[in-house]
Each structure stands twice: as C-alpha cells, then as structure tokens.
C-alpha cells in the first residue's frame, strides 16, 4: 500500500457504523430482562461503552459493566476500567478467575505458555449464572479471525454457553430475534462490522481516553517465538529468556501472559493508526492464544468463550 | 466514507472464495502473517499456488469438506468506501443463507463458470436478487483462463443468459457482465492484460462507480420506535425522548407527525443524537426524537408524517415468504411476526402458491412450503403492523417469522 493510500484512511469512519451499533444496543435493552456489557478494558469493549452512553443519552446506560479479572491483567487495564466505570456512572461488577481456581472449577495452566486465558470461560460462566444475565454484550469484530467471521449478531448460547455454528439463527435486515428458553443466554456483538482501522478512527474522531499501554512507553521484555513479551510475575521464563528494556506499545490488550507488543515510538494516535495499516502482522497474531492451532478460536467458542 | 454491502453468490466449485480472497489480496487487506499462513496452508494441501479460497472456509467443517457453509462476513476498503461482503454458499439446501446474506446487500455478485455457462443455480440467484430488489448484479463470468480467455465464449454467455435476465429484472435493477479469471487476475482489480477484446469497468471499477441508497432519503418517513428514554434526573426531570433508527424517508424538527397505530398526532420539537441537536435526520440515523406535546406512544409504535394518508397498518395481508426452517410452514399455526423492531402474533391463512424460481413458474393449491422454498402467502395479524409494500419501501416492506417454541427464525416475508 502506498503512502498516500494510508494517509486517505486516516479519520475515516464509517457513520453509519455507529448508527447500526447504537441500533443494536438498544434492541439489547428492550429484548433482555438482564443485560450486561462484558468490559475487558480493551479498545473494543471501551468502545462498546461509549456506545451504550449514546444510546441511551440522556439517560444512563441501562445495564452493568462486568469484568471477568483473570489476575494477569495490566495494571493500567484496571486502573482505567475503574476511572471510566466512575466517568460514566455505570454499574461495575468484578468477578475473578483466582476465586474458581481456590474453588477448584478451573485449574492453573502449566509450562512457559500458561495463561488464564482459557480459564476465563469458567468464570464467566459461572458469573451469569449468578446475576442470570440473559444477554451479554462483547466487542467481537467479525474482521479479527475466521470463525468470527461467521458469528451472528445475535448469539445463541445453550446452558453449557455453548456456541454451535450449524444452528444458528439466519439474520435478515436489521431485524434481530433474542427470544430464548430459560437457562439459555445470548451474546451480542454490536460492533461485529467494524474492523480494527474503523475501531481506531472512531476512538480518534470520538476523542476517547485508552489506556496509556496502547501508546509507546519503556517496558520490561523477553524475545519468544520472534514476538516481544512483557516481563512480569506471571510470564513462566526460561533460563534464557533474559528481560531487557525496549520501546513498545500494545496493538490489542489481552493478559500480561499472552499479549505481544510491537516496537513503536507512537504516541499520537494519527501514528498509531498509520502502523496499523502499514502493519505487517494482523492484530491476532500477537494474540498468542490463538497460534496454539488454526482452529483455536472455533474450538474455544464452542466451549462458551466469546 | 459509505459503506457498500454486497453479496456473493455462486454453485459449488465456481471460485467465489477464491474470487473475494483475490479482491482482498489486490486492494491490500491481508496482512503477512495472513498471507505466510497460507502459503504454508497450501502447500500442507499439496498446491504450488495460493489458495486464495482458504481465506474464507473458516470452519473446521468447511476445511474438511472443501465447502462453505454458512454466511461468512468480509471486510475491505479503498479510500472512499468501505465495503462488507456477505459470502453466501451456493449449494440448493442452501437457499436460505443466500437470502440471509442478501437481505441487506446492494450489490449481488453472481458467478459463473465459464465452461459451463447458465445453470440452474444462476436462474435461482437472480430470481432472489429480484425478490429482495437487490439495485445492482454484476455476473462475473469467471475461470475465463480455463477457455483460452475466448470472447466468443464469454459473449455466448452472456446471449444465453439475456432472456433470464429480462425475465427477472425489475425497472431501475442494473445489470452488468464481466469476464474475469479469479486464479490469475484477470480483471478483479486490475485490467485483463490476457482479454484485450474487453473494454469495460474491472469488477473494483464497476463497485467504486456504482451510486446508491439516496433513494432512501426520499422514500416515504417511517420512525420506528425502539425504546423509550426517560431520565427522571433533576436536569432531565420532564424529559420522554423517543430512540429509534429512521428506517426511511427523512424528519425535520417541526414536522407534524403522527403515531400509529394510535393516530395521535403531535409536533417534533428536537432531533438528538448524544445530546447533540439537529435539524433533520435520514433514514438509517439512530436519533433520540422529542414531541412537543406528551402522546402515549411505546417500542413498537411507529412515527410518519401526519401528511401522510397513505401511512400503512396491516392486519390481514399477502406476502412472498421464504420457508428458512427444516419443520415446513403449515397454514393454521401460529407464528410471532417481527416487522422492525415490532413483535405480534399472526397466522397463515393460506398458501397461494409456490414459486419455481428456476423455472419461472408457480403452482397453486400448496398446501406446505419446505425449507428453501419459496411462495406466496396470506397472514392475518393479531396487531396492526405499519409495513410498506416491499417493492416500493423495501426498508419498511420486510418482516420474519420466529417459532413460538423453539424460538427460531422460520421465514422471511415480503409484503406485496
């Protein structure tokens, strides 16, 4: 792609995306008894809050922001979460991976590639269970993997959470059909048609706060498999794998212990937006859960992650 | 930017994968770890080129299988237009998915293989773009490279498809035909170097040229309502604001509107969006609307323009429908009806007949419609819906029908 390819994209946001995603969320308040957003803290799910707030204006958002804590978050990811559950006036309810693991229901993943990422689900599962939350918001974008591409809008999930990709509902128009039995629960992906440029631009034209991690700054790292991880307590390193300090941001915010981060000066967004589309790799493959096989993220969606 | 949404449409082996895994490599929207991916992917399946195909199977089942079984979604852009394609699978139990994956495009993209030129399924997809007044189809004739890029073959093709087409058209549906070769090329984005006798748009060309949707400002004002917003806040105290999303037509603060179905009539006193005051909204706008008078109105209502005589509300009404679901639509039964965002019971009260979208014909005395089939019905209503005629107002014209016990999405109608 040329030079002045990328510059034509920049700040370009579709609008009508955000009508249609705005459309969405109040189909989810008017078809559920209980909501709630699934709030990770990343430039997805901070979109998704900016979202409801427009929705529902002047009114406030009508359902909670849940957070499934995995324990291995960054700790910018929690401080922002917090601030922005304040700024908007939201409900905030936290619920933690480390509780079902003391509970036993999950189990602690071993050797230099553990993470909790896998973890969540339990945990998750568990949480609408306890609030019986009939509709959980997520900020899945078809554009990020293959079997998402597929998902619906509206997701079916049996008891188990349980995505099945033969039976799904066809969606036709704009009309959305969120009728379930009892002990079943849909997710819903209001942004399911933006892709990672359009997510950016609108955080530019919006002038959304991120967490600073999205921008360049020093870090603690280990080179691994050609992809830079950040040092932290949780990381299982090998001898060799010694930590060194390097210029860096983040593309995507998962865990600690499988989110890469690329070299980068950029501390303006305009800058990040021009890495993103004169980027190499795409935003999943510095997801490192995923590389684990090509069908990793079909084979976790059917057993209840998002 | 816009957003042009197009839908893909082909038999089982003509290529459609292979086609959109060209435009995305061509317009620059797969990254090199995407791209590594699929080298080693195809070499796995023993190919010496890129299998542009495995871009788009995306589920284990469909790699296994070599197919695509479900509507996929894909995104590029260039630097004026966004653009979704729905990849809809071509096989005959499929139907239901190509209607689905059509439902919201303006473009459908039809694909024939150029050794085998009309068949069946190309006779089936351009009746559906027709039902669903799909605006544009471009018929790519692809695997031009498989007959030495001849034009006699690709002018037979399109002869032969003249009269289908005229048969399936309506009045302002465009119509065009393309020869491209998706495995090397040949007119995708760029000009074919190997078809020199072929003077007209690359298929990227005939999408970046191609205007839509303004129509849509025009067509005739109707405002769903979708929830209503009620702060109870000290700053918001009296506050009743109406969010909804235009599904057509235009709104100015000041129109004289009037809900249904309880026909009281009041005055637009604002249009907002995020707090943000406007003049007018268009369809496709999600606003927050307020009144000038306090009227009882709740999600499910609808607004129009109290000028507006013509305002519809059915009740007992013919329609096309396609059958989605395995358990065929038995006339009798009850079904919920979800035109918009509005929810009711209905019932069929008949089958009036069934349509051979391949053939062109229609049969009478029907007394089932099966998955993927195709008919006319007559339904009766429990309450008023507030639809158009799906020809005229096809943003306001469509509904579904959603089984009362298992819940799911059965049919999709469209109101004659």
């Known amino acids: 792609m040329t030079n002045s390819t990328i510059k034509d994209k920049i700040g370009q946001f579709p609008r009508k995306l955000e009508d249609e995603s705005i459309y969405i969320m109040r189909e989810v308040a008017a078809q559920f008894e209980r909501p709630a957003l699934l709030f990770s803290g990343g430039k997805d799910s901070i979109t998704l809050v900016r979202l409801a707030q427009k929705a529902f204006f002047p009114g406030k958002i009508p359902f909670p922001l849940v957070h499934i804590d995995t324990g291995h978050n960054f700790p910018e990811t929690i401080e922002f979460r917090d601030w922005l559950a304040k700024e908007t006036g939201a409900e905030l309810i936290v619920r933690y991976v480390q509780d079902s693991i003391n509970q036993g229901k999950a189990k602690e993943e071993t050797g230099k590639y553990a993470s909790r990422n896998v973890l969540q689900t339990v945990t998750l599962l568990d949480t609408i269970e306890e609030f019986k939350f009939d509709a959980c918001i997520g900020g899945a974008r078809r554009d990020e993997e293959k079997a998402r591409a597929k998902e619906r809008i509206f997701s079916v999930r049996d008891d188990f959470g349980q995505w099945d990709a033969k039976r799904q509902r066809p969606e036709l128009f704009d009309m959305l059909n969120g009728r379930i039995a009892v002990g079943e629960n849909v997710r819903v992906f209001p942004i399911s048609n933006w892709t990672e440029l359009d997510v950016w631009n609108y955080i530019k034209e919006e002038k959304m706060e991120i967490p600073s991690i999205y921008f360049s700054h020093q870090r603690q790292v280990i080179e691994r498999d050609g992809m830079l991880w950040a040092d932290s307590e949780y990381l299982n390193k090998e001898a060799d794998e010694i930590p060194f300090e390097a210029t860096v941001r983040f593309r995507t915010v998962g865990d600690m212990t499988c989110t890469a981060a690329v070299e980068s000066d950029a501390v303006e967004i305009d800058v990040i937006i021009e890495e993103i589309l004169s980027a190499e790799i795409s935003e999943r493959g510095a997801r490192i859960d995923d590389k684990r096989s090509e069908a990793a993220m079909e084979k976790r969606k059917q057993q209840g992650y998002f | ?416």
């Open chain 2, 1 to 416: 930017m816009d957003i042009l949404r197009i839908a893909t449409a082909g038999s089982v082996d003509d290529g459609k994968s292979t086609l959109i895994g060209r435009l995305l490599y061509e317009t620059n929207s797969i990254t090199k770890d995407k791209i590594e991916a699929l080298e080693s992917a195809s070499k796995r399946k023993g190919l010496d080129f890129l299998d542009l195909s495995l871009l788009t199977d995306g589920l284990i089942a469909e790699r296994e299988q070599g197919i695509t079984i479900d509507v996929a979604h894909i995104y590029f852009s260039t630097p004026t237009r966004k653009y979704i394609i729905a990849d809809t699978p071509g096989h005959v139990e499929y139907t239901r998915n190509m209607v689905t994956g059509a439902s919201n495009a303006k473009v459908s993209l039809i694909l024939v293989d150029a050794r085998q030129g009309l068949v069946e399924q190309t006779a089936r997809h351009l009746s559906i773009a027709a039902l669903l007044r799909i605006p544009k189809v471009i018929i790519c004739v692809n695997k031009m490279d498989l007959v030495q890029y001849d034009q006699a073959k690709f002018e037979a093709i399109k002869a032969s498809l003249t009269s289908l087409v005229a048969q399936t058209t309506f009045e302002g549906q465009a119509v065009s035909f393309l020869p491209i070769s998706s495995l090397f090329g040949q007119n995708i984005t760029q000009a074919a170097d190997k078809m020199p006798w072929y003077q007209g748009n690359t298929l990227l060309g005939e999408l970046e040229a191609f205007e839509f949707a303004e129509s849509l400002a025009h067509a005739p004002a109707r405002f769903p309502v979708q929830w209503v917003i009620r702060p109870k806040t000290e700053e918001y105290h009296d506050y009743r604001g109406y969010a909804g999303k235009i599904s057509s037509g235009t709104f100015r603060v000041g129109d004289v509107i009037r809900a249904l179905p309880t026909g009281q009539e009041s005055t637009i006193a604002s249009i907002e969006k995020f707090g943000e005051p406007l003049d007018h909204a268009v369809a496709g706008d999600s606003v927050v609307i307020t009144l000038t008078t306090d009227v009882d109105i709740s999600r499910g209502n609808s607004l129009v323009l109290a000028s507006d005589a013509q305002a519809p509300q059915l009740k007992d009404f013919a329609a096309h429908i396609c059958w989605l679901d395995h358990q065929a639509l038995s006339p009798g039964k009850t079904y919920l009806l979800k035109h918009g965002v509005n929810l009711t019971k209905a019932k069929i009260s008949q089958i009036t007949e069934r349509l051979d979208v391949v053939a062109q014909t229609s049969s009478q005395n029907v007394d089932s419609l099966k998955l993927n089939e195709i008919g006319g019905i007559q339904l009766r209503t429990a309450q008023p819906i507030m639809a158009d005629v799906y020809a005229q107002n096809p943003s306001n014209g469509a509904f579904i029908l959603i089984d009362e016990f298992s819940n799911s999405t059965v049919g999709v109608g469209f109101v004659k």
